[in-house]
């Protein structure tokens, strides 16, 4: 009938605008590869702000001791302890996840900081058996903080701005370790915060700390951001002494890369002009987590709308912004049942659509699959300029060296056909050079990489 041709003909028009073939890929990681060298170049000379970490030496593996970390990034924060052993041994490794209510998210600075101070305080609480800190010393932890920060030294720097659905006016300039320090205090937790990291800089730690072929990390979860190992000379921008490694862990908040190659649809657009934070984090809008299943529910509105998808009434819930999260669209993604049964519970429980014909749900698989596609497609080419920047997107004659990517977060870890898809296309672009590019999956890297640079930053050693 009519209104299924108008449907399909809307998801025919999404996947022309969502298409991202392999010449688009590359014209997208050159595009990369250019902004890394622009925002190296200068301060504000790029989209890319291509951070500075004052990491310039990573995990080695003698690391000994008792450190924390504290994980704060997106919907959860984490709290873990580790008992490095030295030698590449954990002795013991004890974690807590805590949810961060929603109000918090879009509150004040003090709030959110005392309530994470007051959960990190329980769990040092709970410290027992195995975890050990010599006499007299003060606990130390490492702060791994997945938003962009201006670091002032690798334990300190000051929030450059908010993304992801968090929006504290009041924290934006200030010191995140200061605010995080002075939160410990007013709950009475002697604690000093050695290391600020990035999540990304953290994985690449915790990476390295396994392999030390890892050259970059990549995170795929709430939001998207990669951090790789540059050259220190490379970095015109740097005005400081060169570090003696002469290395330095660039983070660069690639979630704010923003190209003309970029596919982007009046869905993209839309999202956009309605999010936190508009003009922004474009390359997060298409890629992460927080948002796939939005675009989803942006183009089933406009199906229910303008082909009556539903029937001839528009459901009501589908109108409510990130009612259809990611993990639901990625469950309907990943049905396999003959009659597509997951995806008839999920239209029937979020979206309130109790009656849904086969090939409705099977146009909602395609529209899944059209989305995801094109996140995984340019994260695998956002990859691609990594390697290219660091030259080693080509085989050097008589040369076998591996390069290993570090991926994390839910998005990578829980979305399978997500992660295919990322792989096979970065496989795809890479041609003969496959070979000595390895994704691994660096399972809760970031929080054992910022107790790591916590220790090699101990105020004890
Ligand atoms: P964060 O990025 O907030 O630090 P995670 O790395 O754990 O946290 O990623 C959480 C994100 O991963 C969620 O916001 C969600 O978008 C995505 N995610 C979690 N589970 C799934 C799933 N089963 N399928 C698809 N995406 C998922
Ligand atoms: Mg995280």
Redesign the pocket.
Request: no cysteine; aromatic share 8%; glycine share 22%.
């Given at each position: 009938s009519g209104r299924w041709a108008k449907a399909e003909a809307i998801l025919r028009e999404l996947e022309e605008n969502c298409g991202a073939h392999t010449a688009k890929l590359r014209q997208v990681a050159d595009a990369m590869t250019v902004e890394m060298h622009a925002g190296l170049a200068s301060e504000g000379g790029s989209k890319l702000k291509m951070l500075i970490s004052y990491v310039d030496n990573l995990p080695t593996g003698d690391e000994k001791g008792l450190f924390y970390a504290l994980?704060l990034?997106?919907?959860?924060f984490r709290v873990m302890r580790v008992q490095l052993g030295g030698k590449e041994s954990m002795i013991k490794q004890e974690f807590e996840e805590v949810s961060i209510p929603p109000h918090l998210m879009v509150g004040s600075s003090h709030e959110l900081f005392d309530f994470i101070a007051a959960a990190l305080a329980k769990f040092v609480a709970t410290e027992g058996e195995g975890f050990h800190l010599p006499a007299g010393r003060q606990r130390e932890i490492g702060f791994t903080f997945?938003f962009p920060v201006r670091q002032l030294s690798l334990a300190s720097g000051t929030l450059i701005k908010w993304t992801?659905g968090f929006l504290i006016e009041d924290a934006v300039g200030e010191d995140v370790v200061g605010e995080l320090t002075k939160a410990m205090e007013r709950v009475g937790l002697d604690m000093r915060v050695t290391a600020l990291v990035n999540?990304t800089v953290g994985t690449l730690a915790g990476g390295r700390y396994d392999n030390p072929d890892v050259v970059a990390a990549v995170?795929?979860?709430?939001?998207t951001n990669a951090a790789y190992v540059e050259r220190a000379h490379a970095i015109p921008k740097w005005q400081g002494l060169l570090p003696k490694s002469g290395e330095m862990v660039i983070n660069m908040e690639w979630g704010n890369f923003r190209s003309s190659h970029l596919p982007l649809t009046e869905y993209d657009q839309s999202l956009d002009a309605e999010s936190l934070n508009p003009g922004e984090q474009i390359f997060e809008k298409i890629i992460?987590?927080?948002y796939?299943?939005e675009i989803v529910r942006r183009v089933l509105c406009k199906m229910a709308e303008e082909a009556d998808f539903f029937g001839n009434d528009i459901p009501p819930k589908l109108k409510i912004p990130f009612i259809l999260?990611?993990?639901?669209?990625?469950?309907m993604h990943h049905d396999t049942s003959s009659d597509l049964k997951v995806v008839g519970s999920k239209l029937k429980d979020i979206l309130e659509v109790p009656n849904s014909s086969l090939k409705m749900r099977k146009m909602i698989v395609e529209l899944c699959d059209i989305v995801a596609s094109r996140g995984a497609r340019l994260a695998a080419a956002g990859i691609l300029g990594i390697l290219k920047k660091l030259g080693r997107d080509t085989v050097k004659e008589g040369e076998k060296q591996k390069s290993v990517i570090a991926l994390?977060?839910?998005?990578?870890?829980?979305?399978t056909k997500?992660r295919n898809c990322m792989e096979s296309t970065l496989n795809e672009l890479l041609g003969e050079v496959t070979e000595t590019v390895i994704v691994k999956h660096s399972n809760d890297g970031?929080g054992i990489g910022a107790a790591l640079l916590a220790a090699s930053h101990s105020q004890y050693l």
């Open positions: 994980d990034g997106g919907t959860n997945s992801k999540d995170i795929l979860g709430t939001g992460s987590g927080m796939l299943g999260r990611t993990p639901d669209m990625s469950a994390d977060g839910g998005l990578f870890e829980h979305y997500f970031s």
